[in-house]
Every structure is written in structure tokens, then in C-alpha cells.
């Protein structure tokens, strides 16, 4: 399950205390599931690391657009265990240098069949798609 902790100093309701992560960890906690299952990520940095300061357990990634490079890199530096960029941007070199690094990549939102069956093949660790339906056929077709 992603959990996208939606929060940009670029957005007027920009909530610079980190509130977002408290309230998500809170909801959090009162489930039984296992934190594995869970993966939060955001665009935000600072929100994104505060949650996994506190958190160090659940796994977090770091979601990028436009440049990847300098996303890659900071995921890693902050010890996020994924990385998000968007699926235009990845290159087969930097997949590769991800999971070179232990970094997982989950591309961001892709919905037609050619790029699904690119990026599968590639190897990404998961793709974010609005149509799900679409992804499950292509996998299943590449199985």
C-alpha cells in the first residue's frame, strides 16, 4: 500500500510543522497490519524524512519529476528505501544504478501497454498506473 504524504512548500496550505506525518503515524498505529505492507512516500523531502525519523521501520520513498539524477541521489543519502521518479524520466542506466545502490524504483503513472511492457521489462519493482487492469495484463502476458 503507497501512502503519498501529499505536501509542497510550492502549495499556499503548505503545512511546515509536518502535521501530515504525525496524523498519518497516529492512523497508522492503530492498525494491526504488518508496517511492511506499507510504503509512504512523497514529493517533499522534509516531510518525507521526518516521517522516516520517526518511522525508520515502514518503508519510505522519495518521489521526483523533471532532473532523476539528483532524486536517486537523495534518496540514497537519506536512506529512503525506494525511489519514485516519474516513468518518462527513467533510463535503463538509472534503474540499474538504483538497484545497483538497494534502491527500488516504482515508476509514476503510467497507463498504456508499450510503456508498461518497456518498463516491465526492465525490471522496475512496480509501476504506479491508473489503470491497474491494463498493468495486471501486460504482467501477466510477460510471465
Do not use: Q
Not at 20 to 45: C, G, K, M, Q
Not at 80 to 100: F, I, K, N, Q, V
Not at 111 to 140: H, K, M, Q, Y
Request: a negative charge; one cysteine or more; glycine letters at 2%.
Amino acid at each position: 500500500m503507497n501512502i503519498e504524504l501529499k505536501n509542497s512548500r510550492y502549495d499556499p496550505a503548505y503545512d511546515s510543522d509536518l502535521a501530515v506525518v504525525h496524523r498519518v503515524i497516529e492512523e497508522l498505529d492503530t492498525r494491526a497490519d504488518d508496517p511492511s505492507r506499507w510504503l509512504v512516500s512523497s514529493f517533499d523531502l522534509e516531510t518525507l524524512n521526518e516521517f522516516h525519523r520517526l518511522r525508520p521501520e515502514i518503508p519510505t520513498a522519495f518521489l521526483t519529476s523533471r532532473t532523476p539524477e539528483p532524486g536517486l541521489s537523495l534518496a540514497v543519502e537519506h536512506s529512503h528505501s525506494a525511489w519514485h521518479p516519474r516513468w518518462e524520466d527513467l533510463t535503463p542506466e538509472l534503474l540499474l544504478a538504483a538497484h545497483d545502490l538497494g534502491i527500488r524504483v516504482n515508476v509514476w503513472t503510467c497507463n498504456e501497454p508499450d510503456d508498461l511492457e518497456r518498463l516491465i521489462n526492465w525490471g522496475v519493482d512496480a509501476v504506479i498506473t491508473d489503470a491497474p487492469d491494463v498493468a495486471r495484463s501486460v504482467r501477466d502476458r510477460l510471465r
